[in-house]
């Protein structure tokens, strides 16, 4: 069965560290996502992708970054992990076109000392 | 800018009975709403979407509803089970295929 999946599940890291939280899907979905959720906030969009080569910024997108170099992946890395970006991490695809559901991952707990 | 909002953020009924669970957003101009549900500890599932063209969606015992001009939808869960307790998110699908999340109503049904 297709599925969408993230590693690691859970992470503690230390501050100013890079990390990069892994996501693979193998529904063949052009569009990807990346939230983090906290308490307070909710769900909060922070990168997405509509295809290969293509990255765009959401609401949360500071010292976060994507790259795609293929449909299957979407790596978001943390370039210098900072306390505040302790979080719960969710990557979510959907089907080429617009406004299509999303299908979310199991999600990565990170923790930054 | 879009703001959803779901009242109450908690629940608690006994089991058999219905649940009703509210969302409510600020703009109107919406392509679609889709429920969640979220366990402890875990990812989000889908449960339903509703196109901006449709009034309601069903799925087994999961209605919800969507009145746009209003800003509103509600999902039904009928005869409430132990295993639907859960948190409940709706999220608002705008422009460029972006979901804004409402904070969730966590349900304990009792039995």
């Known amino acids: 069965d297709a599925e969408i999946t993230q590693s690691p599940r859970h992470k503690i890291t230390e501050t100013g560290r890079q990390v990069t939280l892994a996501c693979h899907q193998t529904?063949?979905?052009?569009?990807m996502f990346w939230y983090r959720q906290d308490l307070g906030h909710g769900l909060r969009l922070i990168h997405y992708?509509?295809?290969?080569?293509?990255?765009n910024k959401g609401e949360v997108s500071d010292g976060y970054s994507v790259s795609r170099s293929n449909t299957e992946d979407l790596p978001l890395t943390l370039e210098s992990a900072a306390s505040s970006q302790t979080s719960v991490y969710f990557c979510?695809?959907?089907?080429?076109?617009?406004?299509?559901?999303?299908?979310f991952g199991p999600g990565t707990r990170l923790t930054v000392l | 800018k879009q703001e959803v909002t779901q009242i109450p953020a908690a629940l608690s009924v006994p089991e058999g009975e219905n649940l009703v669970l509210n969302c409510s957003f600020t703009?109107?101009?919406?392509?679609?709403l889709q429920w969640f549900r979220q366990d402890p500890g875990k990812g989000l599932t889908s449960l339903l979407l509703?196109?901006?063209?449709?009034r309601e969606q069903t799925s087994g015992r999961l209605n919800a509803s969507l009145d746009k001009s209003s800003g509103r939808s509600t999902l039904y869960i009928a005869a409430s089970q132990p295993g639907d307790s859960a948190t409940y998110l709706c999220?608002?699908?705008?422009?460029?295929?972006?979901?804004?999340f409402g904070g969730g109503t966590r349900v304990l049904v009792k039995p």
């Open positions: 979510a695809s959907s089907r080429t076109g617009t406004y299509n559901e999303q299908f």
């Open positions: 529904w063949n979905h052009n569009n």
């Open positions: 992708s509509y295809g290969v080569q293509d990255t």
């Open positions: 703009d109107s101009a919406i392509y679609n």
């Open positions: 509703i196109q901006s063209s449709q």
């Open positions: 999220a608002v699908q705008a422009a460029g295929n972006k979901l804004t």
